[in-house]
């Protein structure tokens, strides 16, 4: 038989491993590949997509599945929510909106603060996940399909269809077990449901479990520590209820980095023909990295740019505005120098907008955008920093974030030209 006969019979093999409901696949096989532990519900879930996908039922992204996974990398907890608890965070909360309210012109909204489990994080923020991951993941599955089709042989082609629709299934179930191991991750690190930059919903809220022992390893109180990471969050929530585009806009760009996702045909053929499912390696390290997809486009590679700006200045204005209220705190400057590491820590967040989208904060542009904000405030007045979020076309450029003398001077100009065409409106 010769090499390329060979190739096909083991690549039809493999089909027919997929397409059967035999007993003698194994679905561990499936979670080896994903470089995940075997779960016996788990594995259920993800041959009951695969075996609808084979009916022509296929769903996408199974967020159950993602939700299930989560859950399963959750450290275990034994906090009580209890009255003194929930008496501490509300008037946390009040201290935050008090002390806010005297350093930043961006206004009070209805707030419900919301007392977070890890659990509850988890399921708070799925949501938002959805509308960040879902086109990512199956902007991916597709080009897998895709690719697979163009690289059947063509005694196969009339397994195309099929083949394609099994294999976007089987690409958004391992993605969706890799992506939930992500969530839970994040949600066993998060102190708030802002520190990833984005809410995760409209409540501010706090994961009090991971407030408690982030203040216990810094030897700091607890109190002081659950009022300075209010500060920040509802800081974020103001900014996001005042300027009501921003999130889409984050959101959007998102979107224009995975439409331009494709595959790289060269590396899955080559993969594809070694393909040994007893010993999925290769495929586990191909699916955990990445090395399917081709380098970034141009057209990536700016909307990367514009989300790594964006993000940097959504924390720069948070860390002018939480430095400015809560000067009153004697812990204020330790807590601020443990904030900025974890945030250019290699922490879960990281490691999520790295999977997403291979997107790495650069911690320089962060402290960048910090000084910024502060020398604004400082040469001009704090509603001049807020009113840069008025309108995105008002957003400082990389060129004026790494030279705030230039915002300075044209937010100074913007606020001449009005003044004058005030001035004239009312005949002086």
Known sequence: MSDENRDRDEFQEFLRKFFSSSQNFNPE???????????????????EQLQRAIAGQGEGINWKLVETQAKKELDSQKVELSDELQQSFNQAFNTASLWLDEVTSIGQFEYNPLMLTRQGWVLESLDLFKEIAEPVATKLAEALAENLKESLPEELSQLAGPASNILKTAGGSLFAMQFGQSLGQLANQSLS???IGIPISDRPSLSVKNVEEFAQGLGLNFEEVLIYLAVRELALQRLFAQSGWLKDRVINQILEYSQEISIDTEKINSLAEDLDLTNP?????????GA???EPTEAQKIAQDRIRINLALIEGWVDAVTEKATERLPSRVALGESTLRRRVSDNPSQKLFGTLIGLQLQP????????????????????????IWLHPDQLPSEEEIQNPELLIQRLSEDKDDFDAELRGLLGD
């Open 29 to 47: 096989d499936l979670a080896n590949q994903a470089g995940l532990p075997i779960d016996p519900a788990n594995l259920g879930m993800m041959m």
């Open 193 to 195: 449901g802002g520190e």
């Open 281 to 289: 390696v290769e495929i586990q390290e191909a699916i955990s990295t």
């Open 292 to 294: 399917f997809i081709n």
């Open 364 to 387: 320089k542009m962060l402290r960048e955008t910090s000084a910024m904000f502060r020398a604004v405030q400082q040469k001009l007045t704090m509603e001049a920093r807020d009113e």
